[in-house]
């Protein structure tokens, strides 16, 4: 029996930068909300929001998927369960963005708004997460009719906003 594969993209982070709290937080809630569905959590294998949606995952019993920008297992955050080291650099964007079921986007920039493209060309759904930032925040104004990326109309977005409370449970 397959496993429903679930990307989640977003904002990256070298390492010594830190994201802002709302993104980390809602990227951890998200991974552990993929582990607990019993879904695979995929995503870039790097830092910011594919680290902490990983890390939610993983402390939630979750297994997880990176396609590593770089051609070291090595670069891989310390949550991902199968690396997978492609040396392909952004052209990587292609791999989850197609290969998943559905992909959560989680602030982000251009990267990430590239994904989000390559998914909804793809047909795959994609849930915008609003609220943290980034792309994110700037998606909804030039959809049409709030959910379409094009007249073709492939898949619409969904673009839940977060509570306004931490994303972290107690």
């Given amino acids: 029996m397959q496993k429903m594969t679930i990307g989640v993209i977003g904002r990256s982070s070298p390492p010594g930068e830190s994201l802002p709290t709302v993104i980390l937080d809602a990227a951890y809630e998200v991974g552990r909300h993929i582990a607990e569905a019993g ?9 910011g929001v594919m680290e902490a949606s990983f890390k939610g995952a993983c402390e939630n019993g979750g297994l997880t998927a990176g396609f590593l920008p770089y051609a070291d ?25 197609r290969s998943c079921d559905s992909v959560i986007m989680i602030g982000g920039g251009v990267g990430t708004l590239n994904e989000v493209t390559i998914a909804y060309d793809s047909g795959v759904l994609v849930t915008v997460l609003e609220g943290t930032t980034g792309w994110v925040d700037r998606l909804r104004a030039s ?28």
């Fill in 39 to 47: 879904a695979v959590l995929v995503g870039g294998g790097t830092g």
């Fill in 73 to 97: 297992k090595a670069k891989a955050n310390p949550y991902v369960s199968l690396a997978f080291p492609t040396g392909m650099g952004t052209i990587r964007n292609i791999l989850t963005a």
């Fill in 143 to 170: 959809l049409d009719e709030g959910c379409w990326m094009d007249q073709r109309r492939v898949v619409p977005l969904s673009l839940p906003k977060p509570p306004r409370r931490s994303w972290r449970t107690p």
